[in-house]
């Protein structure tokens, strides 16, 4: 293959400093706050983790925390630590947050143990990955990678064959169960080809098959994220058993010491992962469940859509400022307002609940956006969401679309807490920026 050029992860990337800015900001009051800010309450945010890890329990499942979503020290530990459960298995999306994981002391204090680095494997991060899986190493931890084509198991033997110590890489079979965006399609001819020519290599050990239901997004009901998640088990499923008729074939095989790992999740059929879901799998499993998840812990209008949770479980929130006011502008003589946080503090993702951001208490939304402000409009009054009453100088909490981007654009996130008043600033949290 074409000699490809190695690159590294940019340690030296200037965080902001979270003792400066917890010296700065904790004790004070959210209106006191530059807007627009990012809010987290830590008391709903680990509530949400404590009913994870109870959902996996009942469910049958380990559990792998996804920390994309927050990518923070503290964030993890409330994932991987709770008084229901404890984890400590992750998936990262960038080298960045892996990194961040062990420089926050994680691995060296045992939080985490387990790092699957979840896009299919660059070619050009295996000396970054490389040296990740040698830190990992030093306190009996574990790196595993993301498979999906053959020419990344060839880079790999080509890669381990120049080391002076070469290893096998511990890889998830990336399975493609209808959303294309990565994985392999489960055809059992492709497959089985595909899955000999990874079991016969000196690089790879295969530790097990992994999907995320993107489309489980679009639920409305627990009985249909259920559905999505009850997909989920089954095309890992058939693939560990295409993948032991393969072992089947060789007289040489290595013998396993255990089964297969069937990787699942998205946050929607994570949060259908019950006791009576599990009442619902018929299949003989060909190996053990885990459960994977990302965006529980915050969750947003685009979860809330699903109906799996209710507003007071959603721990996020941008607060931001009312900067004019346009009586009877809007639709049918509607007033509007504008307000100081737009695309860039919000995103622009959308979802099926109409809108950019629902102003938590009053009946208005966010409903249009440019880079740096958005314009917000009146709707009619629902539970919880009555009072149409909003001036300039008023400083108001929206709760957006998709925690995930919303929380990418902030340089750091202001931690209240429900649990002691929810009304201060009780800590700063610093997440790991760049990839």
């Known amino acids: 293959m074409t000699s490809i050029l190695q690159t590294k992860t940019p340690l030296h ?73 404890r984890a400590s298995a992750v998936a990262v999306s960038t080298l960045m947050e892996a990194w961040g994981v062990v420089q926050g002391g994680l691995v060296a204090d045992g939080t985490v143990k387990d790092i699957l680095y979840g896009l299919p494997i660059g070619l050009n991060k295996l000396d970054d990955l490389s040296a990740l899986h040698a830190e990992m190493t030093k306190y009996g931890g574990t ?26 890489w511990s890889a998830f079979i990336k399975m493609n169960g209808g959303l294309k965006r990565a994985g392999i399609l489960p055809e059992p ?101 885990e459960l994977h998840t990302g965006n529980y812990p915050m969750l947003d209008l685009q979860q809330l859509h699903t109906t799996l949770i209710s507003r007071p479980q959603i721990s996020q929130k941008v607060l931001v400022t009312v900067i004019s006011y346009y009586p009877g502008r809007g639709s049918d003589g509607q007033d509007e307002a504008m307000c100081d946080a737009g695309a860039i503090a ?47 100088g008023d400083t108001i909490e929206i709760v957006g679309q998709h925690a995930c981007l919303i929380a990418a654009a902030h340089p750091w996130y202001y931690i209240v807490d429900s649990d002691e008043g929810g009304d201060k600033v009780v800590d700063i949290w610093v997440p790991w920026k760049g990839w």
């Open 13 to 85: 990337f200037l965080n902001p400093d979270k003792d400066a800015l917890v010296a700065d900001f904790v004790g004070k009051p959210l209106n006191a706050l530059r807007t627009p800010a990012f809010i987290v309450d830590r008391a709903v945010f680990a509530e949400n983790c404590r009913k994870m890890h109870e959902n996996a329990r009942n469910w049958g499942a380990t559990f792998r925390a996804h920390l994309k979503t927050h990518k923070t020290v503290e964030g993890t530990k409330l994932q991987l630590v709770s008084d229901t459960g």
């Open 143 to 168: 790196v595993r990678i993301l498979l999906d084509h053959l020419d990344q198991v060839k880079f790999l033997e080509e890669y381990e064959r120049k080391q002076e110590h070469p290893k096998k």
């Open 189 to 289: 001819v492709s497959f089985k080809a595909f899955m000999r020519r990874v079991f016969a290599s000196s690089a790879i050990s295969v530790f097990g098959f992994y999907t995320h239901a993107g489309y489980s997004y679009g639920s409305t009901s627990a009985e249909e994220a259920t559905s999505y998640l009850t997909g989920e088990v089954r095309l890992t499923n058939d693939a560990a058993a295409m993948a032991m008729e393969v072992l089947a074939e060789s007289d040489d095989r290595e013998v396993k010491n255990q089964p297969f790992v069937l990787s699942v999740g998205s946050t929607p059929t994570a949060l259908s992962a019950t006791a009576e879901a599990k009442l619902k799998m018929t299949s003989i499993l060909n190996g053990t469940l």
């Open 346 to 392: 919000m995103s622009k993702d959308t979802g099926r609940i109409p809108g950019f951001g629902e102003v938590v208490g009053k009946s208005w939304k966010l409903g249009r956006i440019s880079q740096e402000h958005g314009i917000l409009v009146q709707v009619p009054p629902e539970s919880g969401r009555t009072d149409p009453t909003l001036k300039i």
